[in-house]
């Protein structure tokens, strides 16, 4: 089964810096299906990206989604003190569906 | 809007089983699918399933075989979770989220549910 390894466990940066989140899969996966959400302490998971760089709606075009294959980047340019969060990314393996283990954003 | 209202936190036994509900709004119902997820205290995030309103079938992940089940009852839109013979490693918060069919990603997500194991 596919394992997905996000890196780095904690991102520590300063407002209006660039964050880049990685999400590495053990196998090639298909891009459509990668997924990244943000879940900020006391609220719902909120979807951002979809297929890999499809912003959802409401996603300000801070984050921006890219990568194949095995590798995928969740940039987040111009950093805000609300963007403190954990960010997870999503794929569809042959059982159902996989999350990698998160990556803590300290602002 | 679209919301997805869960039930409160439910405090059980070792050995008991616990029935988690997401009542959903501001949506046509049986349009979209509903998933389950949970997530362990500060743990990551766990898929448990898959419910289709629509056709009122449903698809588990291969650990909770034979102790979850998942239900749609389209006249109130509710779904709900039940899982049984639980253990300490089932305290968790259990999740709803929404996908539009074969979207492949959840939309909207309930506001979660804990379920705390212990005697």
């Known amino acids: 089964e596919i394992v997905l390894t996000q890196s780095p466990g904690t991102l520590s940066l300063s407002p209006g810096e660039r964050a880049t989140l990685s999400c590495r899969a053990s196998?090639?996966?298909?891009?459509?299906?990668l997924v990244w959400y943000q879940q900020k302490p006391g609220q719902a998971l909120r979807l951002l990206i979809y297929?890999?760089?499809s912003r959802a709606t409401g996603i300000p075009d801070r984050f921006s989604g890219s990568g194949s294959g095995t590798d995928f980047t969740l940039t987040i340019s111009r950093l805000e003190p609300e963007d403190l969060a954990v960010y997870y990314c999503?794929?569809?393996?042959?059982?159902?569906?996989?999350f990698g283990q998160g990556t803590k954003l300290e602002i | 809007q679209v919301q997805l209202a869960q039930s409160g936190a439910e405090v059980k036994q070792p050995g008991a089983s616990v029935k988690v509900s997401c009542k959903a709004s501001?949506?046509?119902?049986?349009?979209?699918?509903i998933h389950w997820v949970r997530q362990a205290p500060g743990q990551g995030l766990e898929w448990m399933g898959i419910?289709?309103?629509?056709?009122?079938?449903?698809k588990y992940a291969q650990k909770f075989q034979g102790r979850v089940t998942m239900a749609s009852d389209t006249s109130t839109s509710t779904v709900y979770m039940e899982l049984s013979r639980l253990g300490s490693e089932d305290t968790a918060t259990y999740y709803c989220?929404?996908?539009?069919?074969?979207?492949?990603?959840?939309?909207?997500w309930g506001q979660g549910t804990l379920v705390t194991v212990s005697s």
């Open positions: 989220a929404r996908e539009l069919p074969n979207s492949y990603y959840f939309d909207y």
């Open positions: 501001g949506y046509t119902f049986t349009g979209y699918f």
């Open positions: 419910v289709r309103p629509s056709a009122g079938t449903t």
């Open positions: 196998q090639s996966v298909n891009s459509n299906y």
């Open positions: 297929g890999a760089s």
């Open positions: 999503q794929q569809l393996g042959n059982s159902g569906y996989i």
